[in-house]
């Protein structure tokens, strides 16, 4: 089922449970969707750029959120971490560090990378096999520990 087709009623029930941060996170997810859809590109949204955009809004609230903890903004950082949690429920399951350490050391052994002089082209194969499932700060680290 698409992402447009599942927050309509997600939507609806927020609206009826009177739950704001589902609400606030629903209709900023509607928001970004028709900006996307009216750019004026031209493309057919799809699966992958569904997943892209929830999970760049996942990453803008987890910044925000590390930032207002580091200020001691707790009230603020409670907004950041229930929204957060709302996204959450629309990205695929993310994979455990160790999966990614399997799938990150088999693309290493396949490309014949040697240190961290390949760590962009590691980079770039990990990320397109890892799409979706792990963030990019994650994969980075994992690629970085392996080539050295």
Known sequence: MRLEERIMPDLKTAMKAKDQPALRTIRAIKAAILIQKTDGSGTEMTEEMEIKLIQKMAKQRQDSMDIFVKQGRE??????????????????????????????????????????KDMGRVMGLASKELAGKADGKTISGVVKASLT
């Open 75 to 116: 009230d603020l950082a409670v907004t950041e971490r229930d929204e957060l949690e709302v996204l959450k429920k629309y990205l695929p399951e993310q994979l455990s560090e160790e999966k990614i350490k399997e799938i990150v050391n088999k693309i290493i052994t396949d490309s014949g990378a040697e240190g961290i």
